[in-house]
C-alpha cells in the first residue's frame, strides 16, 4: 500500500478533495476505488468525502492499496538501476521477455519483479522492449504511477545499423503485420503511423551507430524501419540483418526521461551498454560513446 500526504496551498483553498486529487493525475478509476476503500482519503485524519472542500492548510491523504496479482517470482541478476516509493527502473538484459507468454513461464523480467518486490500486485511496465532487446524498463509499483507515466517517457535507443548513414533524419512510414504473422512486421501503408528520428554518431567498416528516438511506439518500429531503408540492424536475423558480429539486434535503450509522477521533479535515468554492444561499437566503430 502507498500513502501519498498532500498540504494544501492557498492556491486550492475552497477547492474539492476530488476536483484536487483529478488535477494532480488520479484518475477516475482510482478515485472510485479510493472512495471504497477504508480511509482511502482523509483529511486531517479524518475520513473525507470527495466532495468535501478544502482549506489552506489541511493535509489531505490518499491510500493506494495493492490491485491485481504478480507472476510467480523468479530470482535473476538484473541491474536496478533506480528505486523508490512510486517507480522502479531496471536494465533489462537481452533476450529476457518483459512479459510471459505461452513460451515463456517463470522467465520473464515480470516474474523477477515479483521476486524483488515481493508483494502482490500488478505487474505495471510503463512501456516494454522486444525479448532481445537490451536496456531500461520503467515500472509503476501503483495505478497512480501509472497511468500518470503512459506515454510520456522519452527515450534514447542506441544502435549499430549495416551501411553508411551520413547524415540524421525521420523515417516516416505506417507499419503492420506482416501477412499472417503474429510477430514479423513491416512497412504497410495501411498500417499504423510510426515516426523514427534518428542521428548518426559514428560510422566505420561499413556500419553506423546511431541514436534513435521515437514518436511512436509500434512493435519493432526500429526494427522494421531500418530494414526498409536498407539498413537493417546487425544480429537481427528476422529483417536481414548479418549475424556474424552479434547474436541479437544490436539495440540498446540507454537513456529515459520523464517526469516523477508523485515529487514531479524531472527524472534521467541512464546505464550502460551491454558487453556485446560495447564490443560491437569498439570494433566496428573504434569508440563507445558515453
Known amino acids: 500500500m502507498r500513502e501519498l500526504s498532500f498540504l494544501i496551498d492557498e492556491e486550492n483553498d475552497g477547492v474539492q478533495i476530488r476536483d484536487y486529487l483529478r488535477n494532480f493525475g488520479v484518475s477516475a478509476a482510482l478515485l ?67 512479459h510471459e507468454s505461452h513460451n515463456h513461464r517463470g522467465d520473464a523480467l515480470s516474474n523477477f519483479v515479483s521476486y524483488y518486490l515481493n508483494e502482490d500486485t500488478a505487474f505495471r511496465a510503463v512501456f516494454r522492449l522486444d525479448r532481445d532487446t537490451s536496456g531500461l524498463i520503467l515500472i509503476a509499483k501503483h495505478e497512480l504511477s501509472a497511468s500518470k507515466l503512459a506515454g510520456r517517457i522519452k527515450k534514447d535507443y542506441y ?16 507499419i503492420a503485420r506482416c501477412g499472417e504473422s503474429i510477430i514479423k512486421r513491416r512497412v504497410d501503408e495501411n498500417g499504423e503511423t510510426a515516426i523514427t528520428h534518428y542521428q548518426p ?38 529483417y536481414g540483418g548479418k549475424t556474424e558480429q552479434i547474436s541479437r539486434q544490436a539495440l540498446h535503450c540507454k537513456t529515459i526521461y520523464f517526469t516523477h509522477p508523485i515529487t514531479e521533479k524531472e527524472m534521467i535515468i541512464d ?20
Do not use: W
Open 32 to 98: 472510485t476505488k479510493l472512495k471504497q476503500t477504508e480511509n482511502g482519503v482523509t483529511r486531517n485524519g479524518n475520513f473525507a468525502k470527495t466532495i468535501d472542500r478544502l482549506n489552506q492548510g489541511d493535509v489531505l491523504k490518499i491510500r493506494i492499496e495493492n490491485s491485481g496479482h504478480m507472476p510467480t517470482p523468479t530470482k535473476m541478476d538484473i541491474e536496478v538501476c533506480y528505486e523508490d516509493e512510486d517507480i522502479l527502473v531496471l536494465n533489462k538484459p537481452a533476450f529476457l521477455p518483459v
Open 159 to 174: 544502435a549499430v545499423a549495416e551501411g553508411e548513414i551520413k547524415e540524421g533524419g525521420t523515417i516516416n512510414l505506417p
Open 201 to 238: 554518431i559514428s560510422t566505420k567498416n561499413g556500419n553506423t551507430l546511431l541514436k534513435i528516438n521515437l514518436e511512436t511506439g509500434r512493435t519493432h518500429q526500429i526494427r522494421v524501419h531500418f530494414s526498409h531503408i536498407a539498413h537493417p540492424l546487425l544480429g537481427d536475423e528476422l
Open 271 to 290: 546505464c550502460d551498454f551491454p558487453e556485446d554492444i560495447k564490443k560491437l561499437i569498439y570494433v566496428q566503430l573504434g569508440t563507445v560513446p558515453n
